[in-house]
């Protein structure tokens, strides 16, 4: 099943074909569909022309950009913690497009990972939005995870963030096989012995 992580944008503003190239170089990005500034889907590879990743730009006013964000809706209505599910919610209202990473085999030889990195955070900083991966949910706009979506197996160090009475996030990091400190976690508190994250 092919995995996704998502940058879910606020600004329609389409990220230039020639500055991605600049930020991935000296892998390459190529349009799938169209060469120019108004592309839709494109490919992001090494030299070699092994296959990173491939993008997709979807707005959300209709077609599958729509669709995924009904999805999404449904999906948030029923994670945890509540107070950062509400938030989502009311957030997602306000997503204008979606830009889904499909990441391929050649993520993980010659630094892809680091080359898929390098285009979705300028994607991120041109879109201004939050992100979204397949079994770890989404995030705040600073990039600290907020709801809970991962297996029950899951583990090592992870930033999250919990909204405060005052309604401003708290971003911490911790262990997320720790029992105790997911627990808390969903109850939308600061674990004990989180480690808080500026």
Not at 86 to 114: C, M, R
Not at 120 to 134: F, N, P, R, S
Not at 167 to 194: C, K, Y
Request: proline share 4%; charged share 25%; aromatic share 10%.
């Amino acid at each position: 099943m092919p995995y996704y992580i998502r940058v879910l944008g606020t600004q329609l503003d389409r990220p230039a074909l020639e500055q991605l190239r600049e930020v991935a170089s000296p892998a390459l990005v190529d349009g799938l569909t169209e060469q120019s500034d108004l592309w839709s889907e494109l490919v992001l590879k090494h030299a070699s022309g092994q296959e990173i990743a491939i993008i997709e730009r979807n707005e959300t006013a209709d077609g599958l950009g729509a669709d995924e964000l009904a999805e999404f809706m449904e999906e948030v209505a029923e994670t945890r913690p509540t107070s950062a599910a509400v938030w989502l919610k009311n957030y997602l209202s306000k997503v204008k497009v979606i830009y889904a990473f499909q990441l391929l085999p050649g993520t993980d030889v010659e630094d892809g990972w680091g080359k898929l990195h390098a285009i979705y955070d300028y994607v991120w900083t041109c879109a201004k939005g939050i992100l979204q991966a397949d079994g770890e949910g989404f995030t705040n706009e600073d990039g600290f995870t907020v709801v809970w979506q991962f297996s029950e197996t899951v583990s090592g160090p992870w930033n999250l963030a919990v909204l405060t009475n005052d309604n401003i996030w708290t971003s911490f990091e911790m262990d997320l096989s720790n029992r105790d400190q997911r627990a808390a976690f969903l109850h939308g508190e600061v674990p004990s012995g989180a480690k808080l994250v500026k």
